[in-house]
């Protein structure tokens, strides 16, 4: 979500240092009837995720009227810009970003709202939300959807001039760097501006201004809403990136209509690998003013009316195909053979990577308290199984731990055995580590889960077993 001049807005610290578009386009589609005065309400929750498809991020935003975001998924973005970074976010926008309740709140009827105000002296005040976590791509040879059910601010017409609302994604290596922008790439979901009916999507890559994405403009496409105008009503965003086809490609989506697509062969091999070979954090946000309102007319001005919201129904991350998605039949997995970790039926917030550890192949890292990997169909046989071993590693800071844990079935049952695991000299330094568990015969669905007093990552897992 950058400006006409080419300065990128600029994201925030990133939950661990190891996990480590906005464009004027071309084609334009003219505004729509004004914005009906009511507020449609929110689905009950996110969608179930489709067959094939595994969830590894969500929030329905359901809590109290006037509570804050839930920061163990979400820090706040606040004041004027980062230290070290542009000013004014390097988009020109004039707000000042907090983390009170008057500009980012849950509405007790599951929408986050996040809600420009100006004060007195003519001040203006809005509320910008990042996940934590930077390492949503896809699997190798997978995919990767990012999802929202949005209504932008319902207002129109003049008193709209300034409103800049967006659903955007910033690639990890900018967190703390702030000046490599466009290189790391930028996937604009949804922007908006001036009330307009017109949903804009843009991919942000190569160098400023010009070069092989045609930035400042990037490589972009717009559509209208369908229905109810965007101002007037809730829609689908989504961002589909898709690399189980031979030519990558990035896709966008309205409602569930691909109106724009990217793809890797529209840009060079170093461009491409530059902006998408690394995780990407997710951010919402309305700005006032700035080079994207700016390209249409301005503001705000005198007229603009402060306090209309962007409502977020949900936010949602799926991944397809790659590591971890193909189901063995039950009873397949043999609990005396070495699991491979990656090879899980179904997570929250982990990730793959290449492994240094003997043998090759990949692990799953970046594990943190309330993640968890689930693996179907575990064959303990007649004889009961009585220990657990798993092939950790750890590069957390001092003071940094938490424990591995083995529950059988649910989640939510009790853990039948676990082990603590700190820092074991860095996040490819690996030990076998052994704990006892209560007695298991029989097939059981096996879930590791790791549980920790503090929100930092703690271990990465190469592979487990079990023993008699």
């Known amino acids: 979500m950058s400006d006409t001049s080419g300065i990128p807005r600029t994201p925030r610290r990133p939950r661990s240092v190891r996990r480590a578009f906005l464009a004027v386009v071309s084609t334009l589609a003219l505004a729509a009837g004004a914005a009906t005065a009511a507020a449609p309400s929110a689905s009950a929750s996110a969608p179930p995720p489709p067959s094939g498809w595994n969830q590894v991020f969500v929030d329905d935003f359901e809590g109290p009227a006037g509570s804050g975001v839930n920061t163990s998924r979400w820090q706040y973005a606040t004041g004027k810009g980062y230290p070290g970074g542009p000013a004014n976010w390097g988009t020109g926008e004039i707000e000042t970003m907090t983390s009170s309740t008057d500009n980012v709140s849950l509405d007790g009827n599951g929408n986050l709202r996040i809600t420009p105000r100006r004060d007195a002296s003519g001040n203006w005040t809005s509320g910008r939300i990042e996940t934590n976590r930077t390492d949503f791509q896809p699997p190798a040879g997978g995919k990767l959807r990012v999802e929202g059910r949005i209504q932008v601010p319902n207002v129109t017409g003049a008193a709209a001039k300034g409103y800049w609302p967006a659903f955007w994604m910033l690639g990890a290596p900018y967190r703390?760097?702030?000046?490599?922008?466009?290189?790391?790439?930028?996937?604009?979901?949804?922007?908006?501006?001036?009330?307009?009916?017109?949903?804009?999507?843009?991919?942000?890559?190569?160098?400023?201004?010009?070069?092989?994405?045609?930035?400042?403009?990037?490589?972009?496409?717009?559509?209208?809403?369908?229905?109810?105008?965007?101002?007037?009503?809730?829609?689908?965003?989504?961002?589909?990136?898709?690399?189980s086809t031979s030519v990558e490609e990035i896709r966008f989506y309205l409602d569930g209509n691909n109106f724009h697509t990217v793809r890797e062969n529209q840009v060079d091999a170093t461009t491409w690998a530059n902006a998408t070979d690394h995780g990407f954090f997710i951010i919402l946000n309305v700005a006032m003013g700035g080079g994207f309102p700016d390209a249409f007319g301005g503001g705000p001005d005198a007229g603009t009316q402060p306090?209309?919201?962007?409502?977020?129904?949900?936010?949602?991350?799926?991944?397809?195909?790659?590591?971890?998605?193909?189901?063995?039949?039950?009873?397949?997995?043999?609990?005396?053979?070495?699991?491979?970790?990656?090879?899980?039926d179904g997570q929250s917030g982990a990730m793959t990577e290449t492994t240094s550890d003997t043998g090759g192949g990949r692990n799953v890292g970046a594990l943190a308290n309330g993640d968890w990997l689930h693996f179907k169909g575990v064959d303990f046989g007649s004889t009961p199984a009585r220990q657990f071993s798993a092939r950790v590693a750890s590069g957390a800071a001092s003071g940094v731990s938490g424990l591995v844990e083995v529950r059988l079935d649910s989640r939510s049952n009790a853990p039948i055995g676990s082990f603590a695991v700190g820092n074991t000299g860095g996040w490819q330094s690996w030990r076998t580590i052994p704990a006892n568990i209560s007695s298991v015969t029989g097939t059981h669905d096996v879930y590791l889960t790791f549980s920790s007093g503090q929100p930092s990552d703690f271990v990465n897992v190469n592979w487990f077993t079990f023993g008699h």
Do not use: K
């Open 176 to 243: 703390g760097n702030y000046w490599n922008w466009p290189a790391v790439g930028e996937l604009d979901i949804m922007e908006n501006t001036q009330g307009m009916n017109t949903v804009f999507a843009t991919m942000h890559c190569g160098t400023s201004p010009g070069g092989p994405c045609n930035e400042n403009s990037g490589i972009g496409g717009s559509t209208t809403c369908q229905g109810t105008t965007c101002q007037a009503g809730f829609h689908t965003y989504r961002m589909e990136w898709d690399r």
């Open 307 to 344: 306090g209309h919201s962007m409502l977020v129904d949900y936010v949602q991350v799926l991944t397809s195909g790659g590591g971890g998605t193909t189901e063995p039949p039950t009873g397949n997995r043999d609990a005396y053979g070495t699991i491979q970790a990656e090879s899980y």
